[in-house]
């Protein structure tokens, strides 16, 4: 068997009115369209993901939360209902999918060599998240391509940011040997937006495009800043100030997918591609890719 790798690491963020405004059918409520250029950068992306033909795809949701250890869904298929507990007018999706029960395991397996606690979830029941749900509906809609999803383990947040951090770098290695020995060509995804301060009040039509603007200067500028560090390669620097960043706009990369993501690559210095970037309900959202193939 060959050595597994991984071909692409997105930062994939999760709000349901993208799902939403794209109107798929397994998405009950009916909008008539909305948040185009963030939909139209995940189209880009899923070409991309398509032409590889991964094994896998591997996400990191902040919407799976678990207090003890990082959790690993190993149920061979998982079907259901899922409504967002805070959008359930615009979020009612029923998903199938298939779950990568070998890499579960051999992830299971190298967390337990990094020291962390970890569990397989293994509940055939189990009700996957929104984030989940909307990171991987945004990227493959087909579910043609088998999925690994890992939880939020926000203990570590009870601590320091410092601490939360350092245990997803050990969760990225992990990550990262488990697809080496299992031979699997994987594309990953941190289910993340970046600035995560936001507006409280709906309005009447709630894809009014017209109200939908950033909640603030600041809050954008750090994101540009964020991103502009992406953009050029500069991963070191980009780690140095995630804390600040996170503080600062309330990111919700605090949650961990975007430093597991990058510490599975290796922390590549190769220059992130920006899709897109546009407002939801006032947070920043960004469609970010790190193409690893063209590194090989
Ligand atoms: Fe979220």
């Known amino acids: ?23 798929p059918e397994r998405n009950e409520p009916r909008s008539t369209g909305g948040w185009e250029v963030l939909r139209w950068a995940y189209e880009d992306c899923r070409e991309k993901i398509k032409a590889w033909k991964p094994d896998v795809i591997l996400v990191h949701s902040p919407h799976w939360m678990t ?26 999706y029923r998903y199938e999918m298939n779950v990568d029960v070998a890499l579960a395991d051999a ?17 055939p029941n189990f009700r996957v998240d929104y984030g ?3 990171s ?8 043609d391509i088998p999925i690994l999803g890992i939880s939020a383990n926000n203990s570590p947040y009870f601590y320091s940011t410092e601490i939360g951090q ?3 770098i050990k969760l990225g290695r992990a990550t990262a040997r ?3 020995k299992t031979g699997r060509r994987a594309v990953l995804a941190a289910s993340n937006t970046l600035s995560h301060l936001h507006y409280d009040r709906e309005p009447e039509l ?38 600040e960043f996170m503080e600062k706009t309330a990111a919700e990369v605090k949650s961990g997918g975007l430093t597991w993501m990058l510490a599975a690559m290796g922390f590549p210095t190769i220059p992130a591609q920006v899709h897109g970037y546009w407002t939801v309900i006032g947070t920043g959202n960004a469609v970010v890719e790190w193409d690893l193939t063209r590194r090989q």
């Not at 207090?67 to 009612?92: A, K, M, N, T």
């Not at 992830?107 to 020291?115: H, I, K, S």
């Not at 809050?219 to 804390?243: A, C, H």
Request: with cysteine; hydrophobic share 40%.
């Open 206 to 243: 709630v894809e009014d495009m017209n109200k939908e603007v950033i909640f603030n200067n600041n809050q954008y500028q750090w994101d540009m800043r964020v991103l502009e560090l992406m953009r050029k390669g500069k991963t070191d620097k980009l780690m140095s100030i995630l804390p």
């Open 166 to 168: 350092e245990q997803m």
């Open 136 to 143: 991987l509906h945004m990227l493959n809609p087909d579910w």
């Open 67 to 92: 207090i003890v250890g990082h959790h690993f869904l190993r149920v061979p298929h998982l079907r259901g209902l899922s409504v967002d507990p805070i959008f359930p007018h615009i979020f009612r």
């Open 178 to 180: 488990a697809i080496a």
């Open 1 to 23: 068997m060959a050595e597994g790798k991984i071909l692409a690491g997105f930062l994939a963020p999760h709000p349901p009115h993208l799902v939403y405004g794209e109107n």
């Open 132 to 134: 989940t749900i909307v």
């Open 107 to 123: 992830c299971y397996e190298e967390t337990q060599r990094e020291g962390l606690v970890a569990k397989k979830m293994t509940n």
